[in-house]
């Protein structure tokens, strides 16, 4: 075996242009498998890390049939007393005219409570964000976002200056950093958006009142999300009626999962496509071992001759054809780490990480054997078949 | 040691059916140097094939070494190759990407002898054809006297019953066909059985035994 092995780099190194070229097919399907691939996957931490980072561990609640016992923020509070459950805040949101001095515009204002910033993960830029007393008191007052403080105010540092909303004067306690991570921001960025008190916002506007139908849960800390959501369905289930279709929970992990499998069908895909190169790889491999197989007809007479069986001129075309693939399969292995290592300097500036990954490089090297193998059997048998006697005399 | 009975052997070129082999009978014992002499065309390819099992009879009885050869496979024809029968050729049928000693060292590799005696053999075998000057020359490096001398090395070191030669001097100037003739008077001497077969009389005549063909036809010869 090992003097094979030792004769097929003999016979490849005897014409190196031809085994380069080749080789050429497995190069460039390796790396096309392996670039591809770890592209994917790289694109694909990097959008897991984005998700994690909006709060996966929050989880939104609708309730549509309350069965005449509506959710109160009494039951709000009382529940966050439970261990499985984290924090919990309402968010209603009303669009509304907002007046500063002489400036006005619309604005969306949400009613909820102090525990709403930590569970959207909110940062405050100047003063606080609302507290538990505004909503005890029904306090006149606001956390906006940086977009309203400096559209309607001029400046971040607007804490103390009253707006007016629907009317009412409503004094700014807080101003929030404008959240550019948030999935949705896309669609909200520029807009102005203000935060009251929910108990406020029940008096400022109509529709609100306090059963609430919609309302964000978070896990503990170091509880996970799942024992949350497990919890808050048995509190419901309980509470109304042990009619499951009248309330719905749904969290950003399965935004998560939806994405999970998008993108493995993206790299399966992908795959599949560069295993398709590295077919048509093989099928030049073959084309090459023929005409070897070929011009070697005499070569392979004189082994016969001295005594080489069928098994053994197999074997000999076998591995030089397996050894053709899988020094391809370095080469290629090889280039795509130093394409990878390009890429990843080039976008630098984007937080990207494209790395190898272990996986794929094993799936291309065992892809690669077997190609060699079932690429190379029949030109190796074409030889293997060959009478001594004719292939003695074959040009001679 | 080596029995040939009646053996028959027929080709079909085209329409033609051509008897390269007619109820051929010959004997050879061991330790005898035996010429076969014939003109082109009179069936001592096919004789020498048979002979040396790259092709077997379409009837007749062969017996080598006291082994009969008849109706073997392929993989069995390879074996009794490697072991009983070292071919010298006309055309030296050397490898070209292998140097001379690696080409001596192919049959052994063949017969799975160890590293270490493989290594002893091959240097016995050039030396007798006295060439471990230039052992790790390739094929296109040595003239055409040295190519045949490796490739006679090659039919020795694998300690054949029977060295087959197939005109090893026609490609050969005179002189240097004189000095492959001399290792071949050596090896006979040596206790080697040598099966020669050749066109021209001259080589024919320094045999023990001259054998001549003729459509296919097998007679004695005296000389």
Redesign the interface.
Known sequence: MI?SIRMAI??IS?NKMRAFLTMLGIIIGVMALVILVSLVSGATGNVQATIASLGSDSMTVRVSDNKGRPVTLADLSAWMDDDAIGKAAPAVSETMVVKYGSTSGTLTVYGTTAPYADIQKMTVLVGRFLKTADVDNHSYVCVVNETAATELVGYADCVGEDIYLNGYRVAIVGVLKDDDNSLTSPFRSGSMIAYIPYTTLIRLSTGVTNELSMFYVNAPDGGSLDDAKTRMTELLTERLDQDEDAFTVSSQNALESTMNSVTSVLAVLLGGIAAISLIVGGIGIMNIMLVTVTERT??I????????????ILLQFLVEAVVICMLGCAIGIFGSWGVLQLITTVVSGIDLSFRMSGGVVLVAVIFCFFIGIVFGLYPANKAARM???DA?HYG? | MLTLKDICKTYRIGDEVVRALDHASLHVNAGEFVSIIGPSGSGKSTLM?II?C??TADSGEYLLDGTPIEDYT??EL??V???KIG?V?Q?F??????TAYENVE??L???RVKKSERKARVMDALQRVQLTSRMHHLPSELSGGQQQRVAIA?AIA?HPALILADEPTGNLDSHTGQDIMEIFHDLHHAGNTIVLITHDPSVAKQADRAIHILDGKVSEVAL
């Open positions: 003097q003999k016979s005897g005499r070569e007479g004189i082994r016969k001759a001295i005594g080489a069986s069928r098994r053994l009478a001594p006697i003695l001679g | 094939n040396g790259l092709d392929e993989n390879a074996m190759r490697s072991r071919f050729f055309s049928n050397l490898i070209p990407q292998l192919l049959p590799i063949y017969q090659r694998a």
